[in-house]
């Protein structure tokens, strides 16, 4: 069954500290990925994503992604966080031979120190 | 911009009751996905339709029915709500295979 797995639940860094959120997803074909945050009270939005091609994919707020087939591994990256980026962090994966249908991870919450 | 508007940010329902969660698109999309947040769980697909009258389950369908007669509109039905029905909801939309969703900002029911 198709799944996807985001290892730690909620991740504290220093602001200016690099970042890095991890995920990994089980599909038996080629995936399409994305990286959604949602801020408290907000609904999701979309980070960045990959479809094909170059496999490190940057997106917006400065967030990066690099997809590697060889670990079926989707990770998040910033080389330094702000404290505006504390948010729930969701990893996701398009289904493309069911119609679009769209999984997510359990999610990761960031907490930034000052 | 694309607009996904979900009728009510809050509800509380009663147990027992029918409970409807709206949700509107206004960018022609083909997909339309209704999820339940909860801590811990992330988003889990309740359904998902794919065109207009098309339905399929996602991973927890259970105690709940969707509706979609109209392809700009999705609606998630409690047929009888209970208390572990308190959650989140998000509705989504997409344009169908290989896009991105784009989300409403979601219902908070409570069901008491």
């Known amino acids: 069954a198709q799944s996807v797995t985001q290892p730690d639940i909620h991740i504290t860094v220093s602001e200016g500290a690099s970042l890095e959120l991890r995920c990994n997803y089980s599909y038996g074909a080629t995936p399409y990925l994305f990286w959604y945050v949602q801020s408290p009270g907000q609904g999701l939005q979309l980070l960045l994503k990959?479809?094909?091609?170059?496999?490190l994919v940057q997106g917006i707020k400065g967030f990066e992604a690099e997809f590697k087939r060889s670990q079926s591994s989707f990770n998040l990256r910033k080389p330094s966080v702000h404290w505006s980026d504390a948010a729930e962090y969701f990893c996701a994966v398009g289904l493309y031979n069911q119609g679009g249908k769209l999984i997510f991870g359990q999610g990761t919450e960031l907490s930034v120190k000052p | 911009d694309v607009k996904v508007t979900q009728s009510s940010r809050y509800l509380v329902k009663r147990t027992g009751e029918k409970v409807f969660l709206e949700c509107v698109q206004d960018m022609d999309h083909e997909n339309m996905f209704w999820y339940r947040q909860d801590p811990g769980l992330g988003l889990r697909l309740i359904y998902f339709s794919y065109d207009v009258k098309m339905k399929e389950k996602g991973d927890i369908p259970e105690g709940y029915s969707v509706s979609r007669e109209k392809k700009e509109r999705f609606s998630l039905i409690l047929e009888s709500a209970s208390t572990n029905q308190t959650s989140m909801y998000l509705c989504?939309?997409?344009?169908?295979?290989?896009?991105?969703?784009?989300f409403g900002q979601g219902t908070r029911l409570t069901v008491v």
């Open positions: 990959y479809f094909s091609g170059d496999t």
């Open positions: 989504a939309s997409s344009f169908g295979v290989r896009t991105e969703a784009f």
